[in-house]
Nanobody, 118 residues
Framework: QVQLVESGGGLVQGGGSLRLSCVAS????????MGWYRQAPGKQRELVAS???????NYADSVKDRFTISRDNVKNTVYLQMNSLKPEDTAVYYC????????????WGQGTQVTVSS
C-alpha cells in the first residue's frame, strides 16, 4: 500500500549536519501526517518531528531550533534537516506516515542510522 524508504544517515562529527530523506511510494494519496522518529539502543522510540498536509509542524523539545522538517507533496518526500548535531542525537531514525481512507493506517520505513561522534 505505502512503502517508505529513508536515506541520508551516516557518521558525522558533533556540530555537523545531515539531511534525511524519506520517499513514499505505492498508494500515496491521502497521506496526512509524515514524521520522523528515532530510537537509540535501550531506549523507546520517540517522536522527533512531524508535519501535516497543511504544513503545520511539531518538534521534540530536544531538537527544536536545530532540526527542520519539510515535505514535497509532488515528490511524496519528507525531509529532516539536522544541524548542530550532538552525540545524544545518535539513533536509528525512522520515517512515519499516516494515510486516511475509510480507516487510518500507519506506515514505517526501515530506518537509517545516524551516528554523531564527540
Amino acid at each position: 500500500q505505502v512503502q517508505l524508504v529513508e536515506s541520508g544517515g551516516g557518521l558525522v562529527q558533533g556540530g555537523g549536519s545531515l539531511r534525511l530523506s524519506c520517499v513514499a511510494s505505492g498508494i500515496t494519496a491521502r497521506i496526512n501526517t509524515m514524521g520522523w522518529y528515532r530510537q537509540a539502543p535501550g531506549k523507546q522510540r520517540e517522536l522527533v518531528a512531524s508535519i501535516s498536509s497543511d504544513g503545520s509542524t511539531n518538534y521534540a523539545d530536544s531538537v527544536k531550533d536545530r532540526f527542520t522538517i519539510s515535505r514535497d507533496n509532488v515528490k511524496n518526500t519528507v525531509y529532516l534537516q539536522m544541524n548542530s548535531l550532538k552525540p545524544e542525537d545518535t539513533a536509528v531514525y525512522y520515517c512515519n506516515a499516516r494515510r486516511a481512507t475509510i480507516s487510518t493506517y500507519t506506515y514505517w520505513g526501515q530506518g537509517t542510522q545516524v551516528t554523531v561522534s564527540s
